[in-house]
């Protein structure tokens, strides 16, 4: 009497570090939480934790690219707080034209 052998495949995909952190920047990762701290039914304190990992393309794919304006990280993010800056003084200057203009006016009247 023979005995057959059946033998277990295991189908075992092992992925290297580089290939499952290349896949999170391609396709994105959203970690999200709340924590919620409350004393006799109390909310004390309410904390919103959301974490998003993935790529910049992919990041810029979903509308996101606050680091482009954020002077900190990124020369553009100067220049365009800069540029901001001058259009609020700009709008002050001519704001304060138009009054100076408005009192010439009401000076000049007979």
Sequence with gaps: MAIAQAGVQHAV???????????????????AGD???KLVDIELLTIQIRLLICSVDKAREMGIDWWMTNSYLSS???RHEEAVEHK?????LR???????AQVEFMCRP
């Design 35 to 37: 924590i919620k701290i």
């Design 95 to 101: 704001e304060r034209l138009a009054q100076m203009e």
């Design 13 to 31: 995909g092992s992925a290297t570090l580089a290939d499952v952190l290349e896949r999170v920047l391609d396709k994105g990762l959203v970690i």
């Design 76 to 78: 553009h993010g100067k």
């Design 88 to 92: 609020h003084k700009l709008a002050a």
